[in-house]
Nanobody, 121 residues
Framework: QVQLVESGGGLVQPGGSLRLSCAAS????????MAWYRQAPGKQRESVAA???????NYADSVKGRFTISRDNAENLVYLQMNSLKPEDTAVYYC???????????????WGQGTQVTVSS
């Protein structure tokens, strides 16, 4: 089995910064793309940022220039550095990763349990 565990959420004032981390553990042979999603109250879950195993990244227009996604392949970690935070960034942030557990195994997408980010004065 595979687990994704997020950390780093919390309460921050507008204009502030937070760094989210997500650690993948368990039966892992290879991790492909990793991503961060978020879901605000009453809204659908949306993609925030993604990074491939080779390091290519893409971002939602709403966070471009403010958020940076990165990963540590050796430690099975993915990060989301969030700067210039706005109240509209308030949401539960979820880690997502495409993982195969065996050399010729199928690729399965896993989700973390989520971490709350609240931007408020």
């Amino acid at each position: 089995q595979v687990q994704l565990v997020e950390s780093g959420g919390g309460l921050v004032q507008p204009g502030g910064s937070l760094r989210l981390s997500c650690a993948a553990s368990g039966r892992i042979f290879s991790i492909y793309d990793m991503a961060w999603y978020r879901q605000a109250p009453g809204k659908q879950r949306e993609s925030v940022a993604a990074v491939t195993s080779g390091g290519s990244t893409n971002y939602a227009d709403s966070v471009k220039g403010r958020f940076t996604i990165s990963r540590d392949n050796a430690e099975n970690l993915v990060y989301l550095q969030m700067n210039s935070l706005k109240p509209e960034d308030t949401a539960v942030y979820y880690c997502n990763a495409a993982i195969s557990s065996y050399r010729l195994g199928s690729v399965v997408r896993y989700w973390g349990q989520g971490t709350q980010v609240t931007v408020s004065s």
